[in-house]
T-cell receptor, first 114, second 109 residues
Framework: EAGVTQFPSHSVIEKGQTVTLRCDPI?????LYWYRRVMGKEIKFLLH????????ESGMPNNRFLAERTGGTYSTLKVQPAELEDSGVYFC????????????FGQGTRLTVV | KNEVEQSPQNLTAQEGEFITINCSYS?????LHWLQQHPGGGIVSLFM???GKKKHGRLIATINIQEKHSSLHITASHPRDSAVYIC???????????FGAGTILRVKS
């Protein structure tokens, strides 16, 4: 069974450009999470989908970030326009719909804004 | 102050040594996770705990709910254990994980 996959693994873009990150969760997992680690800091929560609905988006830094999960399958996280402080590693995780189940993480997307 | 604090931040050990990484948290939780990330690699879940103790191979994780504290132990450490070990908690009021800063472990041969 495929794990959580993220695309791309690395992205280098210029300030002001747009970048879209993609996450394919484990098939059948209703819960999908986006997290981010900025250099030198702990990993922080961005948002949580249950199927196609945003359950909690309290961690989204500002309106330059837009997350979608159309059809409740894969999710995209778009940053537009990107700023230098958006650089970091973006992780996606998924878990089943049962409470308190293990979360499975993707490899992460390393985003560098120059 | 972060809701999840780990210690130490950095740890260097000699192969074969017994290693302990500590995690303290300040919120009520439904579960605590220990995660591992090798250099250049993704995050792998080692344990999910809500009480007591779990063991998997050379790894042991314990949690004391009353003291809001968990430990991850590695017995007979090996250079391949070198990685970042991260403690994360799931609070009672939400599904998201709150992460500690991680412990960078280096095991020398």
């Amino acid at each position: 069974e495929a794990g959580v996959t993220q695309f791309p693994s690395h992205s280098v873009i210029e300030k002001g450009q747009t970048v879209t990150l993609r996450c394919d969760p484990i098939s059948g997992h209703d819960n999908l999470y986006w997290y981010r680690r900025v250099m030198g800091k702990e990993i922080k929560f961005l948002l949580h989908f249950v199927k196609e609905s945003k359950q909690d988006e309290s961690g989204m830094p500002n309106n330059r970030f837009l997350a979608e999960r159309t059809g409740g399958t894969y999710s995209t996280l778009k940053v537009q326009p990107a700023e230098l402080e958006d650089s970091g590693v973006y992780f996606c995780a998924s878990s089943s719909g049962q409470p308190n189940t293990e979360a499975f993480f993707g490899q992460g997307t390393r985003l560098t804004v120059v | 102050k972060n809701e999840v604090e780990q210690s130490p931040q950095n740890l260097t050990a000699q192969e074969g040594e017994f290693i302990t990484i500590n995690c303290s948290y300040s919120v009520g939780i439904s579960a605590l996770h220990w995660l591992q990330q090798h250099p250049g690699g993704g995050i792998v879940s080692l344990f999910m705990l809500s009480s007591g103790k779990k063991k998997h191979g050379r790894l042991i994780a314990t949690i004391n709910i009353q003291e809001k504290h968990s430990s991850l132990h590695i017995t007979a450490s090996h250079p391949r254990d070198s990685a970042v070990y991260i403690c994360a908690v799931r609070s009672w009021y939400g599904n998201k994980l709150v992460f500690g800063a991680g412990t960078i472990l280096r095991v020398k041969s």
